[in-house]
Structures are given as C-alpha cells and as structure tokens.
C-alpha cells in the first residue's frame, strides 16, 4: 500500500466515525449514537493497524478537545464521565474485529459477526464497569441503564455494519489490501 492511501484511507473512517456519532437521540445517561456503526464498519474493512490508529485517533482528538464526540461534545471531561468506558473501548473493539477479520482471510465471513459481537460484549463490560465507578452504581444498575436499552438497536448495527462491509468489499477489493 502506498504511503498517502495509508495515511488517507484511516483518516476518511475516522472522519465517517466522526460525522456518524453525531447521529444521536439524547437519552441520558447513555445516548443513541451511530458510533458503534462507524466502529464496526472500520473495523470490518481496514487492516488491524489501521482500523485501531483509525478508531484510536478518534478518540484522541475527542479527549483533546475537538467536538467528536456525540452532540458536538469534546474534552478529557467526555471521557472521565458516564460514556467514557464506552468511548475508551473502541480503539481495541476495532482492533479483535479487525483481528478476526483478517483470521477469517476476509473470505470467512462468520469471523466478521464473532468479532463485532465479541467487540460489543467487550464495549459494554467496559462502559458497565466504568459506569459503575463514576456513577457509584452496581452493575445491576449499569446494566439496565447502560447496556439493555441497547442491545436490540447495537444487533441491528452489527447487521448493517456487516452487510456494508461485504458489499463494499466486493466493490473495492483492495480497500483493506
């Protein structure tokens, strides 16, 4: 792969990551958001390294102050709140995805859904667990405000995440080459 389509290619999905977590409904305290869409999608579709650094730049420029994040919201206050597990999983929810994929030799397409649901279990322990510290919660509590309401509408995600990937696999072979 050429040096600008290493460079450029990670930084249009971290765009896509971007402009899809602005796709939110405001519950609180947890809101509904594309992100996890764009997560699975980047992952699903470039190399390990590059879906992390992708995914992993994201959060950086959140934690820096840009407003990345849901509701044009940034800083280091995002990731030291309720969400803030959630958001700290995606770099390594991007890399088992990724991982898989590419275990899968991108033809083995079962590898893809075991790592988006891996992925999401791995999102969701997180967030619970950082919920529960900051919101001083069981996890009986993070459970039911922060992942149950989810899980439905983060399948459906998956689903569509998936058949993207395929089809734009088939339509740009050398996407994740």
Known sequence: MSKSKSLTIPALFTALIVILSQISIP???????????????????????QAFLSVFTYVMLGIIG?????????GLNIILGFTGGFIMAYPLMALVIALMVKLGKN???????????????????????????VA??????????????????????????????????????????
């Open 107 to 133: 033809k083995n397409l079962s590898f893809t859904i075991i790592g988006m649901l891996i992925a999401l279990v791995i999102c969701y322990l997180m967030g619970c667990i950082w919920y529960m510290i």
């Open 136 to 177: 001083k919660s069981s996890f009986s509590q993070a459970f039911s405000l922060c992942v149950a309401p989810f899980i439905l509408f983060d399948i459906i995600k998956i689903c569509i995440a998936f058949a993207f990937s395929v089809a734009l696999r088939k339509a740009i072979p050398t996407l994740a080459t």
């Open 66 to 74: 840009l407003p990345v994040f849901a509701g044009f919201r940034g």
């Open 27 to 49: 519950i609180q305290p947890i809101p509904f958001t594309f992100s996890l869409l764009a997560i699975f999608l980047t992952a699903a579709l470039l190399p390990p390294k």
